[in-house]
């Protein structure tokens, strides 16, 4: 029965596959960094852009690159889109691109992200402003201040899920000339498709639910072949682009992403709702929970409520971190989206940089558990949640 996914789970499937040597069903890995040609004037024509042809993988010219490139494009409705060799790459080189007149971020940031924008952006004299999900209604004023700047945002933010309004902000952006930049990573193109909400640029770290298996590292940037044009520019003299065998393995696990983040929709739900009713939890911060404060937005512009979740618990930072310590089958890591269970304590982790004053002013607490959910039977991952609760609180 079609169901509001099964369109993407066609596309994602038979996107960009188009006749290949002795029959293959997908693009085969082109595992080579030149291609050859007949003659001097046939190269100098592709050179010279009066002819299609593959030249030199660094340039993205390679049909491996090229196939994943059409799916991920089709992924979020884009134009175009250009693969990265991480997450942080397509970041900064669509920072570096596009965000040089200044760059104001909404919301929390990836720490990666925050870095790279405090440190190496600031090092470039690119001006940087920040302000909380919270502080919004100063967006037009900052805008106006300068035109033609970047605004950033990520919606589910990390680690509270908090949910933006995309189609606000991208109104806000486009009244003062500025481009609007959405990190999609934790809702994934399955949940949330930023371009059709009005964003202009979408990144994704495609470690996370695009690859799905926590066995590649790469990057993505989705949006108009316009702006996309010199952001590849800069990916090919910046060295960034991905290559062709991570690429095959990257275009593997789009054939499964549907059935994938469906299904980590279904488990955080559950464990969100079971752990919701948790004595030992204070707070579950889960955008599919009715009483969330972001759910009646994220019912709006999401097609399903993503695999990230956090628990709040009624406990000290030291007793929070042993709860994390006694978890057996979900396993203690920085990292989210793939098919085994993950969680991390953002304040030994993401946001171990920040001061603790700085922590609190973004409503992160100490007793936070980030909790990537992912395929194992739900039943054994509130089991593991459980008993560890109960080794570190049982008594008080
Ligand atoms: C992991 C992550 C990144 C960085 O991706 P890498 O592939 O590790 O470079 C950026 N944004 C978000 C939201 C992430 O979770």
């Not at 949006?223 to 044009?229: E, P, T, V, Y």
């Not at 062709?244 to 709702?273: D, F, G, I, K």
Request: net charge negative; glycine share 8%; hydrophobic share 45%.
């Amino acid at each position: 029965m079609a169901d509001k996914y099964t369109a993407l789970a066609t596309r994602v499937i038979h996107s960009g596959q188009g006749d290949h040597p002795h029959g293959s069903p997908y693009t085969p890995v082109y595992n080579t960094t030149t291609f050859r040609f007949a003659n001097t004037a046939a190269l100098e024509a592709v050179v010279e852009g009066r002819a299609q042809g593959n030249l030199y993988t660094r340039y993205g010219t390679n049909p491996t690159l090229q196939a994943l490139e059409h799916t991920l494009a089709d992924l979020e409705q884009a134009e175009a889109a250009l693969a990265f060799t991480a997450g942080m790459a397509a970041i900064s080189a669509t920072l570096l691109t596009h965000g040089r007149a200044g760059i104001v971020c909404v919301g929390d940031l990836y720490g990666g992200t925050m870095e790279f924008l405090s440190h190496q952006c600031a090092a470039l004299g690119i001006p940087v402003t920040w302000l909380l999900a919270g502080e919004q209604e100063q967006l037009p004023a900052l805008l106006s201040q300068r035109p033609g700047q970047l605004v950033l945002l990520e919606t589910p933010a990390n680690p509270t899920l908090e949910i933006l309004d995309i189609q606000v902000v991208a109104q806000q952006a486009h009244q003062h000339q500025a481009l609007l930049l959405v990190d999609n990573t934790f809702a994934s193109p399955v949940n949330q498709q930023p371009l059709t909400l009005g964003a202009d640029l979408v990144v994704h770290s495609a470690t996370k639910y695009l690859g799905g298996h926590s066995d590649l590292t790469a990057g993505a940037v989705m949006g108009s072949a316009a702006l996309l044009k010199p952001l590849w520019s800069w990916r090919k003299n910046l060295g960034q682009t991905l290559a062709p065998e991570t690429a095959a393995l990257l275009s593997r696990s789009l054939r499964t992403l549907v059935v994938r983040v469906r299904e980590h929709n279904r488990n955080a739900q559950q464990v969100a709702e079971v752990m919701a009713a948790h004595p030992r939890v204070k707070r579950v911060y889960y955008p599919g929970l009715a009483d969330f404060p972001g759910h009646a937005l994220a019912a709006r512009q999401m097609r399903g409520f993503g695999g990230m979740l956090t628990l709040e618990l009624a406990a000290s930072r030291a007793e929070t971190s042993a709860v994390a310590d006694q978890l057996k089958l979900i396993l203690l890591a920085p990292s989210l989206g793939g098919v085994e269970s993950l969680a991390t304590q953002p304040c030994t982790t993401s946001h171990h940089s920040l001061s603790p004053e700085e922590r609190a002013r973004r409503g992160i607490s100490d007793s936070m558990l980030r909790l990537s959910v992912g395929l194992e039977d739900p039943a054994d991952l509130i089991a593991d949640i459980q008993q560890a609760l109960a080794a570190v609180l049982a008594d008080q």
